[in-house]
């Protein structure tokens, strides 16, 4: 019952710390004067990547701590990192879609800004695939020089990503493609303070932490829950954590994609898959045994 109550809580207030933290990025990303997909793919996408970055960086360090060393943490972790694209790339994808099948009719289409789209897939499909490739070499040859390498890589990767992405900016704001906040700052509105960086910046810290509390709320909840019906640890963190800990994604997405906000909807899928595919993997290649 406790489990239960801890899914029904931690959902609800996912998705009010979700509209308060994109509330906040949008009149952040106005104010700056940046691309949506500056927005979308860096500020918004790692930010609600954060909570999934937590579990396997958690699952990892206790594994490596503990004197038998790689085990159920390990394989938490490891599951932890290699599930969430998959999760964000299916049925976050999905979801978004389904959330405007009525809006927009079966032959309605998604238009997010094509250069932004296809320079994260690009980043993410080469991150990805090499750290796969990595994995999957271990079973037959494990050399630590080779993985400080391939680490040194996919950190480099993900930082020539932001930089393209920051410097494509100004040419998208010039082309329409400007962040524009459509509602008025929450803590304005509800609060009478006025709206300036330092209220947009303290909306969005309590927007992010409210995601990541209430993340882990609900991963509290579907992890006891899951014990009690005895799903193994490689399973729970590679199909049921990562439902838990990609909502944050999937809600922003949803919430702006039936605003027509098609670049941010998908930045904040895409640019997660970029931070997942590069950045996470290289600490848990460093993390594990």
């Known amino acids: 019952m406790v489990n239960f109550i801890q899914l029904v809580i931690g959902m609800i207030f996912i ?21 949506e997909g500056v927005t979308g793919s860096i500020f918004v996408a790692v930010g609600t990547a954060l909570p999934e ?27 932890a990192i290699m599930g969430p694209p998959l999760m964000l790339s299916t049925l ?15 032959d309605g289409l998604i238009r997010p800004e ?15 695939a090499l750290a796969i490739l990595l994995a999957f070499s271990h ?12 680490v040194m890589i996919l950190v480099l990767s993900y930082f020539m990503y932001v930089m393209l992405t920051i410097r494509a900016s100004s040419a998208l704001v010039k082309d329409g493609h400007a962040t524009e906040a459509e509602d008025e700052l929450y803590i304005k509105h509800y609060l009478k303070l006025p709206n ?30 899951s014990a009690a019906l005895g799903i193994p640890a490689f399973l729970l963190s590679v199909v049921l954590i990562p439902i838990a800990t990609e909502l944050p994604e999937k809600v922003n997405s949803i919430l702006w994609i039936r ?9 904040n899928i895409t640019g997660a898959l970029v931070f997942q595919g590069t950045l996470l993997p290289a600490i848990g290649i460093m993390l594990t045994p």
């Open 15 to 35: 998705l009010v710390a979700a509209m308060v933290f994109c509330n906040a990025l949008e009149h952040l990303g106005e104010k700056l004067g940046i691309s």
């Open 53 to 79: 970055a937590i579990v396997p960086l958690i699952a990892l360090f206790g594994s490596s701590a503990s004197a038998g060393g790689a085990g159920a943490g390990a394989e938490i972790g490891i599951g």
């Open 92 to 106: 976050s994808v999905a979801l978004m879609a389904f959330s405007v099948w009525k809006q927009r009719g079966l």
């Open 114 to 128: 094509k250069t932004g789209l296809n320079r994260d897939l690009k980043f993410f499909t080469f991150g990805y």
């Open 139 to 150: 079973n037959f040859y494990a050399n630590r020089i080779i993985d400080v390498v391939v």
């Open 196 to 225: 300036n960086l330092i209220t947009v910046a303290f909306q969005a810290i309590a927007g992010f932490v409210g995601l990541v509390y209430f993340a882990h709320v609900f991963i509290m909840g579907i992890t006891g829950t």
């Open 259 to 267: 605003r027509g906000k098609d670049t941010l909807a998908f930045g």
